[in-house]
């Protein structure tokens, strides 16, 4: 059986993704967030980093979020104040990033360089208490702890917008079936939906006859 919502409430590790209608993590021509961002989702994010989680990263989502960091603190960036706060905020997050090509030290502050095996660290941590862990983008990373059985909270924020023809990076594909028990929701901006469940990951359809994995058993 999946944990009780209660249960859930201490979640040990949180994957955290943005997602197109359909199940797209970003799009070519396209701004970041679709263009779809609005001022209450931005403050919710900020709010969010301010939580102290520790947030998880793979190589490409690190490349790409810290120089979006460091654009956002440099003046006349062409960020929004909002946009701005958001990612300069991130700097000052706790974050594990996993990578075999990164060297360490890295550059963006409070950063620390994992080489060994994302799942197995991942464990190790959850079993240390190493406080509330989150991912951030890194779709292959994300899939993994989930597939493990590692992922306490299953949380998207769905983008109205359908990208069939320019969507890039399909989210759930090689997923594993998962069961969700929804477990809070919201809206932001009058058109973002944030959807936040317990997964449990399946061996089959359920007809099948399959048995259920708890996440972290």
């Known amino acids: 059986m999946g944990k009780t919502t209660a249960e859930a409430s201490s979640a040990g590790l949180m994957v955290d993704l943005i997602i197109s209608l359909d199940g797209y993590a970003s799009a070519e021509g396209w701004p970041g967030w679709w263009g779809l961002e609005g001022p209450e989702y931005l403050a919710w994010l900020e709010q969010e980093a301010g939580k102290g989680y520790t947030t998880l990263l ?4 690190y490349r790409l979020m810290s120089s979006m960091s460091e654009a956002a603190a440099a003046e006349g960036s062409g960020f929004s104040v909002d946009e701005g706060a958001s990612l300069t ?16 030290p890295l550059t963006w502050p409070n950063s620390e360089l994992v080489t060994r095996d994302a799942v197995e660290a991942v464990a190790d941590m959850k079993r240390r208490g190493t406080g509330t862990l989150r991912t951030l983008g890194s779709l292959s990373l994300s ?14 924020v769905v983008f109205p917008v359908i990208t069939g ?10 997923y594993p079936d998962v069961s969700l028990e929804m477990v809070d929701s919201r809206t932001f901006d009058a058109r ?8 449990t990951v399946l061996n089959g359809p359920p007809s099948s006859g399959s048995t259920w994995s708890t996440p972290g058993e």
């Open 58 to 61: 793979g190589a490409k989502t």
């Open 165 to 174: 023809r320019t969507g890039r990076e399909r989210i759930y594909d090689g």
């Open 143 to 156: 899939r993994s702890l989930l597939a493990a059985g590692l992922v306490d909270r299953f949380r998207v």
């Open 89 to 104: 905020g991130l700097a000052t997050v706790p974050k594990v990033v996993f990578s075999s090509t990164l060297q360490a």
């Open 192 to 199: 973002l939906q944030m959807l936040e469940y317990v997964p």
